[in-house]
């Protein structure tokens, strides 16, 4: 189900076009015809709730709405019984995330995270390269992405406007701030606003940064520090540098990762031949470097190894994330990207809100994950969760 289909939309569509879409749910019908129109045996609602309380037959859930949203429908769906997908971030904020992972733990029911490159061959080579030693041990890794792609920066927020008919504006705003409507805020643009969105990092940091949490075996960084263009109490900043840095785990030896948002690319390396660009995700070994698009996409030596020889392959390769969300269900198992693997991601991403909230405070934040806590700046600790308008919860 979907409360915003430019969310959903035709590519999530066609990816469970394998699967029996039973209902629908969406705030604007008049704005999701164009995907209402292809399932017309399907049951329609505006509200997932009613959607949820009426049909006991429905399985799973797919939710497709802006990030403020994710986790109290996902909860919704999970207490009773339906096995969830949820599109990237997992949830707004790291108390949600959290809560959602639990929720899953205690329900048993199958989860999964939309995440596409988790599931895919670039992603795995990666992890392989790394962990076999391909260019020895790692230090530093920069991430970065063209995005935003919509309104961020220092702009006032948009005048109210009259609620049109065909918009049930009360649940599109679910647990967020009670604040006029204006269509500006809606359909995409939500992405940049802080009561919705959580920015270019919350649209992109799960398809680059899944694969080094992954191949570098990182938990929790223990500092994160944030530079940004100007933001104020709306919007996100056009564009940031964030640093986070993780302890050493095992024999592996602490990690600095820098992103960047905006456009902002991290300096070229000496290394990189003429004539290749370079890609969204760089890893700088002691033995050498690596390179890989968004969503973990075919991974590239710099520089180049001719008759390089991959690693063995040792990871399992399951299906798209669509469809081993679908077979998990029937088969009685974890899919590849369970809340479980994907709240440490999305925690990791959320943290980059927190530090841009914090950076006023000129403070390099020490995090303390198994409390949930900034430890040297109280202030911060803020930002970890917010009041529901009333009539929410979890």
Wanted: with cysteine; charged share 25%.
């Amino acid at each position: 189900a979907s409360d915003n289909p430019v969310q959903m939309g035709d590519a999530e569509k066609q990816s469970f076009k394998h699967a029996n879409i039973y209902a629908l749910c969406d705030v604007d019908h008049d704005y999701s015809g164009h995907i209402l129109a292809g399932y017309p045996k399907a049951k329609k609602y505006t509200d997932f709730r009613e959607m949820i309380d009426k049909e006991k037959e429905i399985d799973a859930v797919l939710i497709g709405t802006p990030d403020h949203t994710h986790a109290v429908i996902a909860a919704y769906a999970m207490k009773a019984g339906k096995h969830v997908f949820v599109e990237k971030p997992m949830a707004k904020t790291i108390y949600e995330t959290r809560f959602l992972r639990d929720l899953a733990k205690q329900t048993g029911v199958v989860t999964q995270m939309g995440n596409q490159g988790h599931n895919i061959e670039g992603t795995m080579q990666t992890v392989e390269w790394i962990q076999g030693g391909v260019i020895g041990d790692v230090r530093e890794v920069h991430l970065w992405t063209n995005r935003p792609m919509w309104r961020q920066g220092y702009f006032d927020r948009p005048a109210g406007v009259d609620i049109p008919s065909n918009l049930n504006y009360d649940v599109w705003l679910g647990p967020a701030p009670d604040k006029p409507y204006n269509p500006e805020m809606l359909h995409f643009a939500w992405r940049g606003l802080w009561d919705y969105g959580t920015g270019a990092m919350g649209d992109m940091g799960a398809h680059t940064f899944d694969a080094p949490i992954w191949a570098l075996n990182l938990g929790m960084p223990t500092k994160i520090q944030a530079t940004s263009t100007p933001y104020n109490k709306d919007y996100l900043p056009q564009s940031e540098c964030v640093t986070y840095e993780f302890p050493a785990r095992g024999n592996m030896p602490p990690v600095k990762v820098t992103w960047s948002d905006g456009g902002i690319k991290p300096a070229r390396p000496a290394e990189l031949e003429p004539n290749r660009q370079l890609r969204e995700a760089l890893y700088i070994g002691d033995k050498g470097l690596i390179m890989h698009g968004t969503h973990g996409a075919e991974p590239q030596l710099i520089p180049e190894r001719p008759g390089f020889v991959a690693p063995e392959k040792t990871l399992k390769r399951p299906s798209n994330i669509y469809v081993d969300f679908i077979e998990a269900i029937k088969e009685g198992r974890k899919a590849a990207n369970d809340f479980e693997v994907s709240a440490k991601l999305t925690e990791i991403m959320l943290l980059t809100n927190i530090a841009v909230a914090a950076q006023r405070l000129d403070l390099t934040l020490e995090y303390d994950a198994e409390n949930m806590r900034i430890t040297n700046c109280p202030e911060a600790n803020d930002y970890f969760h917010y009041e529901y308008r009333k009539g929410w919860s979890l």
